[in-house]
């Protein structure tokens, strides 16, 4: 199982930037996919996941609104957009699939929002 992440880099306060994570190893269009967050000397945070079809997508109150989880199961891709971001979203990002029993991690990708 293999998941790689890709986008992030420094954005000013407002601005947008959209996290890709490219999975293979595993059956794509058949696992729930999710992103979470890790700000410095702060937990690992949920953020959002979209079920395997795309139809469902649940999202934490604190991106509600602001941030936009897709899939392309035809690319084994999974996508973070995020518009509208805040200093407070500066964190490295992950994705993360859950193949029973363990949880399977990317290197995840460093977001920092600053002016």
């Known amino acids: 199982v293999q998941l790689v992440e890709s986008g992030g880099g420094l954005v000013q306060p407002g601005g947008s930037l959209r996290l890709s994570c490219a999975a293979s190893?595993?059956?794509?269009?058949?696992?729930?996919m999710s992103w979470y967050r890790q700000g410095a000397g702060k937990e690992r945070e949920w953020v959002a996941t979209?079920?395997?079809?795309?139809?469902?997508?649940l999202y934490a109150d604190s991106v509600k609104g602001r941030f936009t989880i897709s899939r392309d199961n035809t690319k084994n891709t999974v996508y973070l957009q995020m518009n509208n971001l805040k200093p407070e979203d500066t964190a490295v990002y992950y994705c993360?699939?859950?193949?029973?029993?363990?949880?399977?991690w990317g290197q995840g990708t460093q977001v920092t929002v600053s002016s």
């Open positions: 979209i079920t395997s079809s795309g139809i469902s997508r």
């Open positions: 190893g595993f059956i794509f269009s058949s696992r729930d």
């Open positions: 993360k699939v859950h193949l029973w029993p363990r949880d399977y």
